[in-house]
């Protein structure tokens, strides 16, 4: 009796591991603004799900969090070229705090996260994006 009450709690645990997803991919990002940098830095999503976005921007200067698509990069600095190749993005103002949802690529790889607020990506505040195959 006792021993089958060990085996279901190491089984449960087993579960909770796996439902975490392929290399601790998650559906809610958390981040911090600050100037100039982006705490965490580096995400992993699942491809194509409903990813729950939560920030705020504890800095003095307006941050934003932008995603852009495959491929591309912002650079050393973000300029009126970069804008078609953003997948997502959102402003916060200093003091600010967003609380909204976005849908994750669906084609896995690594994408760029910059704060386009100019000079900032030169400060640092850049991060990445990585998309996993979502779970079948
Ligand atoms: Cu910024």
């Known amino acids: 009796m006792r021993r089958n009450l060990i085996l279901g709690v190491v089984f449960c645990s087993l579960m909770l591991t796996a439902c975490a997803g392929a290399g601790g991919a998650t559906k809610k990002i958390n981040v911090t603004m600050t100037d100039f940098q982006f705490q965490p830095n580096q995400f992993t999503v699942p491809a194509g799900e409903e990813i729950t976005f939560t920030s705020s921007n504890n800095g003095a200067v ?50 760029e996260v910059v704060c386009k607020t100019e000079g900032h990506i030169a400060s640092g505040m850049t991060g990445k994006l990585t998309v996993v195959p979502a779970e079948e």
Request: charged share 20%.
């Open 62 to 111: 307006v941050h934003n969090f932008v995603i852009m698509k495959l491929g591309t990069s912002a650079g050393p600095m973000f300029d009126d070229e970069d804008i078609p190749n953003v997948y997502w993005q959102v402003e916060l103002q200093p003091g600010g705090s967003a609380e909204t949802s976005f849908t994750a690529p669906a084609e896995p790889g690594d994408y």
